[in-house]
């Protein structure tokens, strides 16, 4: 009878390291493959590029060129749809005088491949390299901005590269963090130590903006003031009301005003 259990045990651990395994692997990523809108809809000039990263992989990347923008920014997207869904956010940045130079994951919109972190991270890096290789835009003009998924990303890339600053809007602290709220049933300590932002945020001494919604229904408020806190001035944390999604729509004079302040007082 013993070993009837423990043999059921085994079987029942086993199953659930598969299931978590599984979410892991298909619960992060929803990519979307087709442009539904380009820059040309809000009547802004735009280059369509496409950059070659380290895995051979071609990503796609719109730049969108400011009239004497100070800074461009690096937008890192969430983890669902792809670029042309963040026409809303480019339309702010440039009326705020900012180019934007913003790609599409291995695997989302018309970059190939297939999502996965490290892929992810490699990703950033080639886009980091390209404008400033190939665009010409100067290390200390570049602004990384992150949204929810984006956070983690931009997060990895401030902590090896040179940046002007870094924005982060919906960000968590780390993966894990995360699977504990969606999965509280599930032994957390299964989980990866996935998008582990909170070590490596202690290395950014660059000028860092938090924006979150104490309302936030995907991204827990804590889990960015978790983050927060344990970044190294300067820091500034902004808090927004409103969906995961749309709450830089919901109070979009305060969102405009957080950001224009922040860029601003960049020295």
């Known amino acids: 009878m013993d070993k009837i259990l423990t043999y059921i045990l085994i ?13 892991e692997k298909k619960g992060i990523y929803y990519p979307y493959p087709q442009i539904e809108r380009t820059p040309h809809n ?30 461009t920014i690096i937008f890192f997207h969430g983890n669902a749809g792809n670029i042309s869904h963040r026409l809303d956010k480019i339309s702010i940045f440039y009326n705020l005088g900012l180019s934007t130079f913003i790609f599409d994951y291995r695997g989302y919109g018309k970059s190939k491949g297939r999502p996965y972190e490290e892929g992810l991270y490699i990703d950033a890096d080639a886009v980091y390299r390209y404008l400033i290789n190939e665009i010409k835009v100067p290390a200390d003009k570049i602004i990384l901005y992150g949204e929810s998924l984006g956070t983690a990303v931009a997060i990895k890339l401030a902590s090896e590269v040179n940046v002007k600053a870094v924005i982060l809007e919906g960000a968590f602290s780390k993966g894990r963090d995360m699977a504990k709220r969606f999965y509280p049933f599930l032994p957390y300590f299964l989980f990866s130590n996935s998008f582990d932002s909170l070590s490596r945020i202690k290395s950014i001494k660059y000028p860092k903006l938090f924006l979150h919604s104490i309302d936030d229904e995907i991204v827990p408020f804590d889990l960015a003031k978790k983050l927060y806190d ?38």
Do not use: T
Request: glycine residues 4%; neutral net charge.
């Open 11 to 23: 079987v029942v651990i086993f199953n659930i390291f598969l299931y978590i395994k599984f979410i």
């Open 42 to 71: 809000l009547g802004l000039d735009y280059q369509d590029i496409y950059i070659k990263n380290s895995d051979g992989l071609l990503l796609n990347a719109w730049f969108i060129p400011a009239r004497d923008a100070k800074y």
């Open 230 to 267: 344990d970044a190294p001035p300067p820091k500034e944390l902004v808090k927004l009301s409103g969906s995961h999604n749309s709450c830089f729509m919901d109070i979009k004079e305060s969102y405009i005003s957080a950001l224009d302040k922040f860029i601003k007082e960049l020295k």
